[in-house]
């Protein structure tokens, strides 16, 4: 495979090599982007596999893979044409077919793709290096869409990956992004590794978020696991890694006065929204009753203090979309006004349930999650609730949150899990606020109307008329109970500026391109 040879190289000449060394929020599990929304996953889908458009610092969606491309008059066909120089790690160009399959496999996965892809009606090539998209009506969010910096991003693959079953995994990671990914050197629970795409061409535009050049700035790339956050703040310190992803916020004033490390802030809107997730397939939660009583078991506070501690870096937000948004409203929030875990028990009894244990998927390693989720199962054995708790590191979790079996047969009833901030403020790109049944996210919500007022907002012509079905899509999506929201947080970046320079503020997914080695 092309880079792959740097592995070959003598020790002398591999001392040479500049190596950026960062601790993630998790463990590199999943290399596959589409098959899920684990925001790790999505780290390292970023690296590895390319986009069509990247959504700026403005959230604008800015031409990345493609070169050129135009919008007919009436808004129902678009035609795109890659830009010059787009070949894949394994030296195969990249071609409007491994594109149309990619997107295909993406549209039939990710909220975001489904609902695009609902609109499309042919998805043809032109020729090698120019394809077209031609909607049954005008869309307002073709763009935004296929550039969007949240999980699961629309990744290019090679057409023999992308024809992969959406619901298995992709075995390779063989993308014509910036960076190689080293499988041989992967280790689960240890590290990844990844390669600079010396054949790479950038685009020149400045970067900005996850539009502009893409330049891997450094020859080689570790994630290196370490779960325990005391120890990866005492590697940062020392200077055994160069970037930590998301400090703990207890030990943000440390790092603030530590010699060589610097904080930084990820965007404008806070990075990370909380949110439990239940399962609408199986009892009690597929009665809508027994759903809505899990709102009296949520106090934000609790929650945000257990996972930040300290209030300026945190807000409690009753709503689904991000508080600080452009669509921030107070539809449904009445759900939300009440801590009284009797009173859940009590509307759980008249759903039906009557004792069951309730399955709860408990994350072990993951540094918000975890917390998180002991906040929940202390809330409901405080209610009377029979708790089943199964214990496990996120990427298990990650592995059987996608079953869809009962509970007694390795399913599960709940899990707790985050959302980015930006991705999270707009109706259509945040995919866990939808509800489209057995084609959706993991819980599988299934309300007619949540996914017909994500298509309006989509189709809306003003900025108003954006706003009034943003409130009433929250109003409908927090009666069905798409999911408990539990607040909302930011953690700035910590990093060695003494060594490394060049990072790319992005809310959401890290960005690792850019970063350059002193």
Known sequence: MAGLAALALPFSAMAQE???????????????????????ANIHGALVYDTLFGNDANQKPQPQMVGKYEISPDRM??????????????????????????????????????????????????????????LREPYGMVLESLGKSQSSIAAIMREKDAQTDPQQQVKESVGSGPYIFAKDQWVPGSKAVYLKNKD??????????????????????????ISDPQTAMSALVNGEIDF??????DFLPLLAKARGVKLMKTGTIDSTQGMIRLNHLHPPFNNVKARQAMYYLINQEDFLRAIVGDPKYYRVCPGLLTCGGPYENDGGTAFMKEYNPK???QLLK??????????????????????????????????????????????SVVSRRAKKEPPAQGGWNIFVTTSGGVGSSNPVL????????????????????????????????TEEERKKIAKELQTKAMETVVFLPFGQWDTPLAYRADRIDGIVPNTGLAVLWGITKK
Request: charged share 20%.
């Open 200 to 225: 790479y061409v950038a685009r020149t535009e400045a970067p900005s978020s996850f539009a502009g050049g893409k330049i891997p700035g450094v020859d080689r790339i570790e994630l290196v696991w």
């Open 343 to 345: 009173k859940a028990l």
């Open 18 to 40: 500049k190596v950026l060394k960062a601790v993630m929020h998790a463990d590199v599990r999943v290399i596959d982007p589409i098959w899920t929304t684990q925001t790790i």
């Open 77 to 134: 066909t678009y035609t795109f044409t890659l830009r010059d120089g787009l070949k894949f790690h394994d030296g195969s160009p990249v071609t409007t077919k491994d594109v149309i399959a990619s997107l295909k496999r993406w549209g039939a996965k990710d909220g975001v793709g489904q609902r695009l892809m609902g609109f499309v009606t042919k998805l043809e090539p032109v020729d090698d290096k120019t394809f077209t998209m031609v």
């Open 244 to 249: 930590y992803e998301q400090p703990p916020n």
């Open 430 to 461: 945040h995919t866990w606020i939808g509800a489209a049944c057995d084609k959706g996210l993991f819980g599988w919500p299934c309300d007619p109307e949540v996914e017909k007022l994500r298509n309006a907002f989509g189709m809306a012509s």
């Open 350 to 395: 008249e759903a039906g349930y009557n004792g069951e244990p309730i399955t709860i998927l408990a994350a072990t390693d993951h540094n918000t999650i975890t917390p998180a989720t002991q906040v929940l199962i202390q809330a409901m054995r405080e209610a009377g609730i029979n708790v089943d708790v199964q214990s496990m590191d996120w990427g």
